[in-house]
């Protein structure tokens, strides 16, 4: 059974998370080849997002013991 996030039509945005920081520059080619421009769009800004959150969330990740 597919996970629910991909049968309630959100197969793109499942599909660029995977990606993680990489999808805004190695892995965006791909992302645009078989999404096309939307999937390419969402692939560099969730690649963006993550990028800029994780300079300032791995400190406090790192001290949580």
Same mark, same amino acid.
């Given at each position: =059974?597919p996970?629910?996030?991909?049968?309630?039509?959100? #197969?793109?945005v499942?599909?660029?998370?995977i %990606?993680?920081a +990489?999808?805004?520059?190695? +892995?965006?080619?791909?992302? #645009?080849?078989? =999404? %096309?421009?939307?999937?390419g769009f969402?692939? !560099?800004?969730?690649? !963006?997002?993550i990028?800029?959150?994780l300079?300032?969330?791995?400190?406090?990740?790192?001290t949580?013991?």
């Open positions: =059974m996970p629910l996030i991909v049968i309630a039509g959100f #197969r793109d499942s599909l660029v998370s %990606g993680g +990489t999808s805004m520059d190695d +892995t965006l080619p791909i992302y #645009r080849l078989y =999404m %096309g421009e939307t999937g969402i692939a !560099f800004i969730n690649g !963006f997002v990028t800029m959150v300079p300032e969330l791995l400190p406090y990740v790192i949580i013991k």
